[in-house]
């Protein structure tokens, strides 16, 4: 396995309305773990099934206009449908499972999920390995990796599919199958937590009874960790979400527009 330190983005709190921001890479002290290391094995790879397409929204998070890390500036895709690079793949583990990428949500090792320095999130791409011809589909919700020639960077589950666990990298293609959409959306605020620990362990809860981003806000000067779904197209999706939190006895939630984030 490659070196991994310095490789994750802090995940800044930002909305569509801002128009120029910088990110800087995250240092040890925000993870549990100082170095990267290994999952505990997947025992059978063919158990491994791609990540399912579906049409999202935008992120709320991860997706400024342009970011800056190690004094290279990025800029975020506004249109990626068709997109195709080639490159080195590689992977991380264990020192970032449980914590948060760079669109607010839960890195998961046994998730079929990537990262990429300029494809707005979340994308599903098709990633292929140029010797071998083996494919699979990732969902893109982190960035990375910030390490030259490599193109993207791979959860566990989907390092383990493609057989590069072990070697670390491997020489791919990769091609956006689909894009993030923009339009009409709403925000779910389940609550507002002083208690931060409170608030991950919901924010956990509440990603896993329902298929949309589960976000973060916090107000450092308030003390106030604002627990969101979103974003979700408004209508039948938002309404959605809405009876499953009903059905586990969750509040009602505040409903917010994106002028009212």
């Known amino acids: ?17 801002i ?4 990110l800087t890479a995250c240092t040890t002290s925000r ?44 800029a975020v895709m506004e249109q990626s449908a068709g997109f195709k690079e080639e490159g080195y793949a590689s992977w991380y583990g264990m020192k970032f499972h449980g914590h948060a990428t760079s669109n607010g ?3 998961d090792v046994y998730q079929m999920t990537a990262a990429h320095k300029t494809l707005p999130l979340p994308s599903y791409v098709k990633v292929t390995r140029k010797d071998t011809q083996e494919s699979l589909i990732v969902r893109v919700n982190d ?26 990298v491997a020489e791919v293609s990769i091609e956006v199958v689909s894009s993030p959409i923009k339009g009409p959306e709403n ?18 809860k509440l990603q896993a009874m329902q298929q949309w981003p589960v976000l973060i806000i916090s107000e450092e000067k308030r003390n ?6 979103g974003p979700i197209p408004i209508g039948q999706a938002t309404e959605k979400v809405r009876v499953i939190l009903q059905q586990n006895q969750l509040p009602d939630p505040l409903v917010l527009a994106e002028h009212q984030l």
């Open 1 to 17: 396995m490659t070196n991994f330190i310095s490789r994750r983005l802090i995940t800044l709190i930002s909305l569509f309305v």
């Open 19 to 22: 128009t120029s921001l910088s």
């Open 31 to 74: 993870y549990q773990h100082s170095q990267d290391f290994f999952p505990n094995p997947i025992l059978d790879p063919t158990t491994l099934k791609d990540a399912v397409i579906k049409k999202e929204p935008l992120s709320a998070m991860g997706n400024p206009k342009k970011y800056t890390v190690f004094g290279k500036e990025y």
């Open 105 to 107: 949500e839960i890195y």
């Open 143 to 168: 960035r990375g990796p910030f390490h030259e020639g490599r193109i993207i960077d791979l959860s566990y589950a989907a390092a383990v599919k493609l057989g590069i666990n072990k070697t670390g």
């Open 187 to 204: 925000w779910l605020q389940v609550s507002a937590l002083s208690n931060q620990q409170s608030a991950l362990a919901l924010q956990q």
């Open 224 to 229: 106030l960790h604002k627990v969101r779904i």
